[in-house]
């Protein structure tokens, strides 16, 4: 192991002795990337670190040199988990639809959206209690709800309500304004536009560009990034309707022209795909490379950063 290389100290707690190992030294490789001591391989299915290092080492016992040459840390995320976990984890965080509305509830994750039938002025008279998801999650700069579960029989249109369960088991309509610009108290709105959560918009791309309305600016909290571009500026303003978001709504999916979507998925995924190819240590330069690093660890330094070079 990694560890047995370590220099140890003692130290005195409570009148007893105590070897530890100095865990805080860290070891790196400096020059993996277009090195001829590293070859690039694909992680197969299910395929451990251990696995690994019995494929091209004969052993189990250089797993922890596969993890260092490639700086994996947190071994659990940060391995190939294959396709199995993979699918697994896509279901849990991608499952479910994206509903886009023209209002800014204060929606929380565990309210429910049912399906209004009918109103009077700006409230709902009228519910259809068979027709309803659970809420998960609001994003309210792209005013994007994820909806999982229930009946959603939901079409774009449909006017909803947003209830949130009580301790007393009740469940209580949420009021909010209608719009941004004289608002006007109401318990509903309308669904503009609807699509799977996996497929879902999370930001536009204009070359290399993340393209940013300026209403984007005007949410509490949210810092923008450097490499943003702005369109319409002049148009936004703080009028949710005309803004790129809305326009991608209501225009049922189709970005703004010269831009194009990108999904919460397209990340996620890029980073599983990247997981799965890493850098072997070719085994002749093994027993080298071991003796590198016992004799960078033999210092007197605690919390010393070494970095290998070959």
């Not at 805080?24 to 277009?34: C, L, T």
């Not at 659990?76 to 991608?94: H, M, P, S, V």
């Amino acid at each position: 192991m990694l560890f047995d290389n370590y220099e140890t100290f003692i130290y005195e707690l409570y009148g007893r002795k105590i070897t530890l190992t100095d865990i805080f030294n860290n070891i790196s490789f400096s020059n993996v990337e277009n090195n001829n001591a590293f070859f690039d391989y694909y992680i197969q299915e299910g395929e451990s670190p251990e696995a690994v290092s019995a494929r091209f080492y004969g052993t189990t016992s250089y797993s922890w040199l596969v993890l260092l040459v490639n700086n994996i840390i947190d071994r659990k995320n940060d391995w190939f988990e294959g396709q199995t976990e993979f699918a697994r984890k896509r279901d849990l965080n991608f499952g479910g639809t994206a509903y886009y509305i023209p209002s800014l509830p204060d929606i929380q994750s565990g309210d429910v959206m049912v399906k209004v039938t009918g109103t009077d002025g700006n409230f709902a008279t009228v519910v259809d209690e068979t027709t309803y998801t659970h809420i998960t999650s609001f994003d309210p700069i792209l005013r994007k709800i994820r909806g999982v579960c229930g009946n959603p029989e939901f079409i774009s249109g449909d006017n909803v309500i947003f209830g949130r369960l009580q301790s007393n088991g009740s469940v209580v309509p949420l009021q909010f304004n209608n719009k941004q610009e004289t608002p006007e108290l109401t318990d509903y709105t309308n669904i503009i536009y609807s699509e799977p959560y996996i497929q879902s918009l999370d930001y536009f791309l204009t070359g290399n560009n993340v393209v940013i309305d300026a209403y984007k600016n005007g949410i509490t909290g949210y810092t923008v990034p450097t490499d943003v571009t702005y369109l319409q500026v002049g148009e936004t303003g703080d009028n949710f309707a005309v803004t790129n978001l809305y326009r991608y709504g209501a225009s049922g999916g189709i970005p703004f022209p010269g831009t194009f979507k990108q999904t919460l998925f397209t990340e996620y995924n890029d980073k599983y795909l990247k997981k799965q190819k890493i850098k072997i240590l070719r085994k002749e330069y093994l027993s080298s490379v071991l003796t590198l690093i016992k004799n960078s660890l033999q210092s007197n330094e605690i919390g010393k950063v070494f970095k290998i070079t070959i």
